[in-house]
């Protein structure tokens, strides 16, 4: 590992490509450990070897009693556009990253196993098998960092909205956070965010590539560029009508409001409150609202939200939640913890599909061990139809289980085979959730709310 | 706002573009609200008062005595790309983000205002106007949220990069943290981990994109995946010669050292451990290998690393550390609270340049306050040349200050004029750095390590 930089030529900051934010293929979303280590099997024959490739996490957050898969539509998308195309080759060959015989296996390059997962919006505990990869050595070694590059990400940020959604309880909330995150994390956030149950978002970008609903309408430099407030109203509710959302927290809340009313009328969308004590906020605006005959006039709050603030203000009279930091960096876990790991390979140099997989794992010390062996996963559930255990296995799944299995296919033989839409996750998930016990929906820390036993 | 979705399209989880990643220009990077806004000024006149928005952040991250300026050049990019061509504009049109007219307005849109700012790879501190954009609203307002996302995740980074760079005390620091974030944020994240002062990425698009040196040998499943560990290290000897790293902490660590100086000859390039008691097996394998001879064969680190491990590792003989989940997250804070506020605007609505400007400042309670007026800054220095104060003022610069002034032009009149390499970035971190008392570089929580004052 060559850790000390030679002289190299300036690093433009530039873009070299013309394209403002893109890479032209998701292969370049690969540590290069992934290249060094093909290009070393092809030597060795070893490359051909059938593999069997895991992702699961040890554990779960502190304190979180369930994960969220989220990301799986996106691995689809980065699977389908891995390939080594001429920009990439001879980057490759520029910074001396493989030698010639590997360029030219990489050159005809695309994946051709098979991918089998936890469907996208499932939830899971440690060890879950969220994704098994299965291929020859070279195809599967070379998916690890963008498989989970977006697992961790999107995860992360599905199973924060999924706590923001249980403390909502059914109001609508609006992810905002793009200007909190790297501006295309952002719509992968956006896009996680729904999954877990958020019902719109602000940034457009996300609204463009996965079609969310986009929502907003003004800041406070709207209100700080006109010479006073009403003219700023007023200018709003001219262009946008009676049915915009006025901030009324620029200058002082009462007034605001009051102002607010008389410019649009009693049929005014909505108010939002951005600074302040929030639940005393509402009271006061939601009392001053109805005196004003506005009864239908929402209360829009955002502020810094998190998971407990929003449960705090369960009681106050709010009608959608603006969530955005928090958000977007997973409330206090802005990753998971998912690793990809060789559980099984084929015995033989001869690359048959047929050939027996020996189960394999690192065995040196502490926590970074795993269970080798391709494993089926199946959610076992008490009397009452209520989740009780994560139940993984090698080997044949027991019958009483064959019902309950985790892994839908993916992708068969290099072909997409489990797309769906963002609304089938996002049900997905509400009904996964709801098969827990209980005690998954507490915001309080706890222990994964069913253990995961190893049959 | 309509914060409840209506019947919409099924929001498929494909690619809709045929680009793997992208989107096709970064004016999408926005928020709703921006061009809501945008379309009610266009509509009242105020569009055209020149404005100032200025970016800075109340605080720093609790306990941190610096902030770290980055991203700049990914802002100066998002700016030229920052166009609203054909396909966002149906969106929009689709989207009913905005009306005609507005659509009309953004056809021709390109940003022909200034933006002066802190140059990247300097420091800042609470209340430092670490980027300036001056212009009408209607173009300045439409760039806030890129403006951000790039800088607040950026600058996460690079903050946390630099900590690490001081725990490491001139040992390179090799960034591998593109699994646990957005894959396109994780290539933002080793751009940044670069001005920081890391040396060296494991992801290929970030070699790729920034030309940023990029390293990487074998992971567990390389060894895994081989019948024997002698096997897969000579695999890996064989084909990428001795100056190779072996992972040595598949199984034995002292079997394996032992093994891999047997397999590629004293000359070994390196050892890398990634699990276990790091401070002990460094010794002990450094042990090992002078005993066998291997006294050039260096030792890499890998496991979990954060500023504090790197720092517990300082008397170890450790040649170099690899750095994944904590870089990329911030080290606990995974994005800074950068915010793009008006701070002053012109009062007429003649939109004339020489108008005179008028300070606006958000008014009601608490912490989210500012301070009205375009500002200058500068760095006021010590008797000895070391900081003592972050200046800022409006007006006239006091002449004793004028010679360290902290803004620089990056944008005039549209045109990008402060691009700059990264390495010039990386060189002015560790200057910048330098100036600083001696106390900044402590880990230990503590106070932003020189006073913000206002003149």
């Known amino acids: 590992m060559n850790s000390h930089a030679t002289h190299r030529p300036d690093r433009l900051a530039g873009s070299a490509l013309g394209l403002p934010v893109a890479v032209p293929s998701t292969a370049l979303f690969t540590d290069r450990y992934e290249l060094t280590m093909l290009q070393a099997a092809l030597h060795s024959g070893a490359a051909h070897r059938r593999s069997v490739f895991e992702v699961f996490t040890r554990r779960l957050p502190e304190g979180r009693r369930y994960g969220v898969v989220a990301g799986t539509g996106r691995v689809l998308d980065a699977v389908e556009?891995?390939?080594?195309?001429?920009?990439?080759l001879s980057f490759m060959e520029r910074e001396k990253v493989v030698d010639r015989e590997t360029l030219q296996w990489l050159a005809d390059f695309r994946f051709r196993g098979d991918i089998l997962g936890y469907p996208e919006g499932e939830v899971y505990f440690p060890g879950s098998p969220i994704l098994r990869v299965e291929g020859t050595f070279a195809e599967a070694v070379l998916l690890e960092t963008v498989v989970l590059s977006?697992?961790?990400?999107?995860?992360?940020?599905?199973?924060?909205?999924?706590?923001?959604?249980?403390?909502?309880?059914?109001?609508?909330?609006i992810e905002m956070g793009a200007r909190r995150a790297h501006e295309l994390a952002a719509v992968a956030a956006a896009r996680a965010a729904y999954v877990g149950g958020f019902s719109t978002t602000s940034d457009l970008a996300a609204g463009f590539r996965y079609n969310i609903p986009t929502v907003g309408t003004s800041a406070h430099a709207f209100t700080l560029l006109h010479d006073t407030e009403?003219?700023?109203?007023?200018?709003?509710?001219?262009?946008?009508?009676?049915?915009t959302t006025l901030l009324v927290d620029t200058y002082d809340v009462t007034t605001a409001v009051r102002t607010a009313v008389e410019v649009a009328g009693p049929k005014l969308g909505a108010v939002r409150i951005d600074s302040g004590d929030l639940l005393l906020l509402a009271h006061r605006v939601r009392q001053q609202l109805d005196d004003l005959g506005a009864h239908g006039t929402r209360i829009v709050v955002t502020s810094d939200l998190d998971e407990?603030?929003?449960?705090?203000?369960?009681?106050?009279?709010?009608?959608?939640?603006?969530?955005g930091t928090s958000l977007v960096t997973g409330s206090g876990h802005p990753t998971c913890s998912m690793v990809y790991k060789l559980v099984a390979r084929a015995g033989a140099d001869d690359g048959a599909d047929d050939g027996e997989l020996v189960a394999v794992a690192k065995k040196s010390m502490g926590a970074k061990s795993s269970v080798g062996g391709r494993k089926w996963a199946a959610r076992r559930l008490d009397a009452d139809g209520v989740a009780e255990a994560e139940v993984?296995?090698?080997?044949?799944?027991?019958?009483?289980?064959?019902?309950?299995q985790l892994l839908v296919e993916?992708?068969?033989?290099?072909?997409?085979?489990?797309?769906?839409?963002?609304?089938?996750?996002?049900t997905r998930h509400i009904e996964a959730r709801a098969g827990l016990p209980l005690s998954a929906t507490q915001l309080s820390r706890g222990e994964p709310v069913i253990p995961t036993e190893f049959a």
């Open 81 to 88: 556009n891995f390939r080594f195309d001429d920009d990439v």
């Open 392 to 404: 993984l296995g090698t080997g044949e799944i027991p019958p009483e289980l064959a019902g309950r």
């Open 230 to 243: 009403r003219d700023a109203f007023t200018a709003q509710v001219q262009s946008m009508g009676a049915d």
């Open 410 to 426: 993916l992708v068969r033989g290099g072909e997409v085979v489990g797309r769906e839409s963002l609304d089938t996750a996002r």
């Open 308 to 323: 407990y603030a929003i449960a705090s203000l369960a009681a106050a009279p709010v009608d959608a939640y603006g969530v």
């Open 150 to 173: 977006i697992l961790n990400h999107d995860s992360a940020i599905a199973a924060a909205a999924s706590r923001m959604a249980v403390a909502a309880g059914g109001r609508p909330l």
